[in-house]
C-alpha cells in the first residue's frame, strides 16, 4: 500500500490513530489497513469528546432525541426506534427519571408505561443540541466547502455499500 500525505495543502491531515480511552485503542495494523476503522475511531472519538462535555451518554441523547416534539413512548417502541437493547433503554429511562428529565405514566390502554420529557429534559436535551451545532460549526469553520462537500459524499457512500 502507497504511503499517504500528511498534509492536504498547507494544513495537515487529521490522522485518526485510536479511539479516546486508552482500553479503546484500535491496533495500528486495523487502522492502517481499513476505512471502516478510520470512520469508526473518528465517530467514537467525537462521541466521547461530546460526551465528556455534555456529561451525557449518547445512549441517554438518543432517547432524549426519540421523545422530542412532545411525544410519548414507552420504552420497549423507544429501545425498538433505537435499535437497542431494552435493558439498557430501561436502565437509562430509570435514571433519567430519577434525575427529572423524564417522567412516566400509565397508558390509558394496557399495561405500557408512557415517557415523555419533562420541563428540565426539554432544556437539557436543548444544551446537548446546543453542544453538537458547536462542535458542528467548529468542523464546518475547519473544513473547506470543498471538502465539507467530499466528506458528505464519502461518507453517504460508506453508509449505503453493500457488503
Avoid: W
Amino acid at each position: 500500500m502507497a504511503a499517504t500525505p500528511r498534509c492536504h495543502g498547507n494544513r495537515p491531515m487529521i490522522v485518526v490513530s485510536k479511539i479516546v480511552g486508552p482500553k479503546n485503542d484500535i491496533p495500528q495494523d486495523i487502522l492502517r489497513d481499513s476505512v471502516l476503522a478510520h470512520v469508526f475511531a473518528a465517530y467514537s472519538s467525537v462521541g466521547k469528546r461530546l460526551e465528556r462535555k455534555t456529561r451525557c451518554s449518547a445512549t441517554r441523547g438518543f432517547i432524549l432525541s426519540t421523545l422530542r416534539g412532545g411525544v410519548a413512548l414507552n420504552q420497549n417502541q423507544i429501545a425498538t426506534l433505537l435499535g437497542m437493547d431494552r435493558t439498557v433503554v430501561h436502565r437509562a429511562i430509570k435514571s433519567m427519571v430519577q434525575e427529572g428529565l423524564v417522567s412516566e405514566r400509565k397508558a390509558k390502554s394496557g399495561r405500557a408505561i408512557h415517557v415523555t420529557l419533562t420541563p428540565k429534559g426539554h432544556r437539557y436535551r436543548k444544551r446537548l443540541i446546543d453542544a453538537r451545532v458547536a462542535a458542528d460549526d467548529k468542523l464546518r469553520k475547519e473544513l473547506t466547502p470543498e471538502e465539507r462537500t467530499t466528506l458528505l459524499r464519502l461518507l453517504k457512500l460508506i453508509a449505503e455499500l453493500e457488503f
